[in-house]
């Protein structure tokens, strides 16, 4: 055969493996829906490893590479699941017949809930005076929607959020209200105010961007105000979902937050500005770049694309925020200090007390 038969070929085969792909896919929709009606849970992990397990070996036989095989299967095992997930969610239809509105769903994880909260059935109206969630019910300003929701998010930059709480804790509001602010302190009186008042508040902190898809393996964490019932209802938009639910001391979150969030913002930041201004072309770093560079800077580039404004509220509005990034600038002296005195002993030393530490997450 001549070059263009085997590209020919190879376009066959190809076409072959999206077609077996799309009978895959088939295969798992029908299977998520006798999951339902069992009463099975989304995810079985016994599963995902004996399929793992079996593409290696298959892998063996046909000599091909098992790294290639497992990769491939975790791929589709993680299209499987999403599909699965979001036929879950749209057929328990928690919504069905209520009404949702998302202050800030014109921004990206607000835009996240209203597809979310839509997808489980609610009439989503989306109220943001700067940008529009396209194929929604819009209004450019939440006071102007009356009092008939049965669920409201606020979705809003945090020093806004903090606002609409105030002035919500003059007017009132029904039904269930919660806040996504990725920090608390500046919400925190404010929704126990509401809480005190009678009113039907919880705060919940999505711990993912708006670009997930498959929430398994993903956190979601609840924050009592003092209305058990709200944070009861707020986990339950999540039931249908492999999110995992953790319920926390709202006084504790910005602590750990600061470090969680925001050292390792600041150190994603503190690498790509050193590059930045380092006089040295990306491209030839990239050339010459090794594993952990690689990885290092797909993490710095995903940091680097999210909002300056809403890294810079984690930060700035946090009172635990400056305490980790202290101690981030401490380790980098210390470290500068033991390179120039040319200490291996106490360089090995700091190395091995992060890697004890860093065992203890198993």
């Known amino acids: 055969m001549d070059l263009e038969k085997l590209r020919d070929k190879l376009s066959t085969l190809d076409r072959q493996i999206l077609e077996l792909v799309a009978q895959r896919q088939a295969v798992?929709?029908?299977?998520?829906?006798?999951?339902?009606?069992?009463?099975?849970?989304?995810?079985?992990?016994?599963?995902?490893?004996?399929?793992?397990?079996?593409?290696?070996?298959?892998?063996?036989?046909?000599?091909?590479?098992?790294?290639?095989?497992?990769?491939?299967?975790?791929?589709?095992i993680r299209s499987s699941l999403t599909k699965q997930e979001r036929a879950r969610v749209r057929a328990d239809r928690h919504g069905h017949g209520r009404q949702a509105l998302v202050i800030g769903g014109g921004g990206k994880m607000g835009l996240w809930f209203v597809n979310f909260l839509d997808s489980q059935g609610f009439d989503v109206t989306a109220a943001d005076p700067l940008n529009r969630a396209a194929g929604f019910k819009h209004v450019d300003d939440w006071r102007s929607t009356g009092d008939h929701f049965d669920v409201t998010v606020i979705a809003a930059p945090i020093g806004i959020s903090a606002d609409i709480i105030a002035e919500m804790?003059?007017?009132?509001?029904?039904?269930?209200?919660?806040?996504?602010?990725?920090?608390?302190?500046?919400?925190?009186?404010?929704?126990?105010?509401?809480?005190?008042?009678?009113?039907?508040?919880?705060?919940?902190?999505?711990?993912?961007?708006?670009?997930?898809?498959?929430?398994?393996?993903?956190?979601?964490?609840f924050l009592e105000v003092g209305a058990p019932d709200a944070t009861r209802q707020a986990r339950q938009l999540f039931t249908s979902t492999m999110a995992r639910q953790i319920e926390m001391d709202i006084s504790?979150?910005?602590?750990?937050?600061a470090y969680v969030l925001g050292l390792s913002h600041a150190l994603n930041i503190a690498f790509f500005t050193s590059l930045a201004e380092s006089g040295e072309k990306l491209p030839r770093l990239a050339d010459l770049s090794s594993t952990t560079f690689d990885?290092?800077?797909?993490?710095?580039?995903?940091?680097?694309?999210?909002?300056?404004?809403?890294?810079f509220e984690i930060q700035r509005l946090n009172p635990h925020g400056l305490a980790p990034l202290r101690e981030l600038a401490d380790a980098v002296q210390r470290i500068i200090?033991?390179?120039?005195?040319?200490?291996?002993?106490?360089?090995?030393?700091?190395?091995?007390?992060?890697r004890e530490y860093l065992a203890r997450r198993a």
């Open 28 to 76: 798992v929709e029908r299977i998520g829906e006798v999951k339902r009606q069992d009463g099975q849970a989304t995810r079985n992990f016994a599963r995902e490893k004996q399929v793992l397990d079996m593409a290696r070996a298959h892998a063996v036989e046909l000599d091909i590479p098992p790294d290639l095989a497992e990769a491939l299967l975790e791929l589709l």
């Open 169 to 221: 804790a003059t007017t009132g509001r029904n039904g269930l209200i919660f806040d996504i602010g990725s920090l608390k302190s500046p919400l925190e009186a404010g929704l126990r105010k509401l809480a005190t008042q009678g009113l039907n508040v919880t705060s919940v902190h999505p711990m993912f961007g708006p670009d997930t898809e498959l929430l398994s393996g993903r956190h979601v964490l």
């Open 252 to 257: 504790e979150h910005d602590r750990l937050i």
């Open 295 to 311: 990885e290092q800077l797909k993490v710095a580039e995903k940091v680097g694309a999210e909002s300056p404004q809403l890294y």
């Open 337 to 354: 200090g033991l390179v120039e005195a040319g200490d291996e002993a106490a360089f090995v030393e700091l190395m091995q007390r992060g």
